[in-house]
């Protein structure tokens, strides 16, 4: 089922053809055919959205899951995401939801509304409305306008993204969204273009963008043997996170498994995870997480300022040890975050 609906942020050209700048792919689309994202045509000259209002994945999850890990913790987050995504990463562990519309494929989900879904996120305990699984930007209408429902009853909206938004779509997206999970998937150019099907340059200037924005940042990296996980590369990346987003920044480095178009590729080594780690670290980030694995304490939350231990982590679940109203407990610095009410 497609569910038709006007698409925002394009221009028509003099030929019936169609420019939509969306995302940095910035698509020119003839009459008849599809965006690269797969879910974005040309009607008659009119850019239409074929994911409104149309839900492929919702849930009640843990805002740990997204992972923000400095947002609300221990508050659940309403999340769903259409199908479709404008990147093709052979890594891609959502990709029985991302994928099948770049190529042609139906485009399934079920109808939901925004205002409802705000509703359902704030009448099950909700402190926040999360954009996710896929990738929202390519669902930019559906998520802007269930924002602007979630915003009136007081809710937090979260981002997950891989952050190849235009800059347009950053400019509408900047008052609404409070907090961003955001990849930065790799450090060279050649990884964005052979593997995903993306650029690096447009998601490091909206991240710098995003901070200034104001909204809370987090940053997620898929450590992938062989592909990215050199210290060179990544002591590149976690420097730029700390110089340009600020050495607060937590920075989650997730563990590889076997997936999609990279079923015979190893799971990530634990010793290589933890080098990346202390990687991290020396690169000057004070908060560096490791997820999709068993990490004892490099799954805690530990004062940046005296090392004592603040919040601990078991799997999604959250205990608050030492922290109160943002600030550490034993030597009283104020912990980089949102930890009060949304
Ligand atoms: S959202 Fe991106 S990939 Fe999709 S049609 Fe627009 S420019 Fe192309």
Redesign the pocket.
């Known amino acids: 089922m497609n569910a038709t609906h006007p698409a925002s942020l394009w221009k028509p050209m003099d030929d019936g053809r169609v420019h939509?700048n969306?995302?940095c792919?910035?698509?020119i689309?003839a009459p008849g055919e599809r965006?690269?994202?797969g879910v974005?045509t040309n009607k008659d000259g009119e850019l239409l959205t074929l994911v409104y209002g149309l839900v492929a994945a919702l849930n009640i999850d843990p805002v740990e899951k997204k992972p923000l890990y400095h947002f609300l913790p221990g508050t659940t987050t309403l999340s769903f995401g259409t199908p479709g995504c404008?990147l093709r990463c052979s890594f891609c562990q959502n990709h029985t939801l991302s994928q099948p519309p770049r190529h042609g494929s139906a485009i399934k989900g079920q109808p939901a509304e925004p205002m409802a879904l705000a509703e359902t996120a704030l009448d099950s305990g909700c402190k926040s409305v999360s954009y996710t699984y896929s990738e929202p930007?390519?669902f930019f209408e559906f998520a802007r306008d269930t924002a602007v429902e979630a915003k009136k009853l007081g809710l937090a909206n979260i981002l997950v993204s891989n952050g190849f938004m235009s800059p347009a779509c950053l400019d509408e997206l900047g008052p609404l969204v409070d907090a961003a999970n955001i990849d930065l998937k790799a450090f060279t150019p050649a990884f964005y273009d052979t593997v995903c099907g993306g650029k690096l340059e447009p998601v490091k200037k909206n991240l710098v963008r995003m901070r200034k924005l104001g909204w809370w940042l987090e940053v997620t990296t898929l450590i992938i043997p062989g592909l990215n996980d050199t210290p060179e590369e990544l002591g590149n990346l976690a420097r730029f996170i700390a110089e340009e987003l600020g050495p607060h920044t937590p920075w989650h480095i997730s563990r590889f498994h076997p997936d999609f178009m990279m079923p015979s590729t190893p799971p990530t080594p634990p010793s290589t995870m933890e080098n990346a780690w202390d990687v991290g670290r020396q690169a000057g980030l004070e908060y560096v997480y490791i997820g999709n694995m068993p990490a004892g304490s490099h799954n805690n939350t530990v004062c940046h300022s005296c090392g004592k231990t603040l919040l601990e982590r078991r799997g999604f679940s959250v205990a608050m040890v030492a922290l109160e109203n943002g600030r550490c407990n034993a030597c009283g610095a104020t912990v980089p975050g949102r930890f009060g009410l949304a």
Do not use: E, Q, S, V
């Open positions: 939509c969306l995302c792919h910035f698509c689309i965006g690269l994202c974005r404008n930007t390519i």
